[in-house]
């Protein structure tokens, strides 16, 4: 069955997204059809190479696209209402308060001139109508949830590391109390010891805050820690989607096993990460079928021309040809 259920209790619906980029007259489909649920204080991870699509779902559910993208289809509900994702204007009180995205490389977001107790404070006057003092207050409070002193409040983002910016990045992410906090690759940027810690406070704040989480990575390994789902992207679908566990142990799609293979394993000897062989799809011309068939190590003819609809086998979802649930011509066949 392809799985276009719609559950109520959800906080956030992605529901057959679908976003353009228009290109010198020409138009790239970054999301084709993207849907998925996420429940309060639920944990996701958004894993897929480069140009899969990632970063144009958060951007677009927290609606900031860039202007020459266009929602060609589908839409996004938060707490069962629609998002009016594409226009500025009227997404203006539903972001930062409802959903915020924490981007890779702080440098780049942040106000080189100004003091990051400012920086956090502003938000909280702007967002939350807090007079200087209260939001000054409050500032001090998040720079201490996210684990910097005080009295380093005083602090320009260049007086400080990476990761501490990055703190500062998360708890600007807070200030105005949202229920979804989106990291972009948060922790790409950085060393393995300061991106574990990064990881290990979204993991605290979420469970404190009851935040849901929703974590982008090209890096399959940094999900297991911190997520409870794992949906994987190829050429702007979800391909697979399924808990941490089911999807590391047993993965139903090639393309989801060739990335848990290409993970480094110290232990067993391999230390290297193995690229997948081959070159992502052109999505201005998107292949036909299967997106993945000419590097699917499992392809079938019917790969080539048939599209694999992303069909639900219990808690897990999968858009692989080898996996396909019962259609109902097939039921008639074998009387089920
Ligand atoms: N502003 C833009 N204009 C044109 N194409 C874009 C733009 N942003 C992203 N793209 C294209 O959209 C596709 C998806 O990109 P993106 O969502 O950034 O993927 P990811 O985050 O997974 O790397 C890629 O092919 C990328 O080149
Ligand atoms: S549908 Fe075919 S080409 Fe695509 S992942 Fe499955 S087996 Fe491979
Ligand atoms: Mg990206």
């Known amino acids: 069955m392809t799985d276009t259920s719609q559950d109520t209790a959800s906080l956030l619906e992605v529901d057959k997204l679908s976003v353009n980029y228009g290109l010198k007259g020409a138009s790239l489909c970054a999301l084709d059809s993207v849907s998925f649920n ?12 480069s140009g899969s699509g990632k970063t144009t779902t958060a951007l677009a ?12 289809n589908g839409e996004v509900r938060y707490r069962g209402k629609r998002l009016p994702i594409d226009d500025d204007t009227a997404m203006r009180p539903h972001r930062w308060s409802e959903t915020s995205v924490v981007f890779q490389g702080a440098m780049n977001a942040l106000n080189p001139v100004h003091r990051i107790i400012k920086q956090i404070a502003e938000p909280c006057m702007l967002k939350l109508g807090l007079s200087r003092g209260e939001a000054t207050k409050r500032a001090i409070e998040l720079l201490e949830r996210v684990g910097i002193p005080a009295d380093r409040g005083t602090a320009y983002p260049h007086e400080l590391s990476g990761g501490m910016r990055q703190r500062v990045m998360i708890a600007m992410a807070l200030a105005c ?19 574990a810690q990064i990881l290990k406070l979204l ?4 469970s404190q805050l009851n935040l849901a989480l929703i974590l982008i990575t090209h890096d399959l390994s940094v999900v297991a820690e911190a997520c409870d789902r794992v949906m994987i992207m190829y050429a702007g679908r979800i391909v697979e989607d399924g808990t941490v566990a089911e999807i590391f142990a047993k993965p139903k799609h090639p393309y989801t096993r060739l990335l848990i293979d290409s993970i480094p394993n110290p232990a067993s000897g391999k230390r290297i990460i193995r690229p997948i062989p081959g070159d992502p799809p052109n999505l201005m011309n998107r292949p036909s079928g299967c997106a993945f068939h000419s590097r699917c190590p499992s392809a079938m003819a019917v790969c080539a021309n048939e599209v694999p609809s992303l069909d639900r086998f219990g808690r897990e979802r999968v858009a692989c040809h080898l996996h396909r649930s019962l259609t109902q011509d097939d039921k008639v066949a074998a009387n089920v």
């Not at 559910?61 to 060609?72: E, K, M, R, Y």
């Open 38 to 49: 996420l429940q309060a204080g639920e944990a996701v991870a958004l894993v897929g190479e």
């Open 61 to 72: 559910i927290a609606g900031l696209l860039s202007p020459n993208a266009s929602v060609s």
């Open 177 to 195: 109390r949202p229920s979804i906090i989106i990291g972009d690759e948060p922790t790409t940027a950085l060393d393995v010891i300061t991106q």
């Open 203 to 206: 993991g605290e704040l979420r």
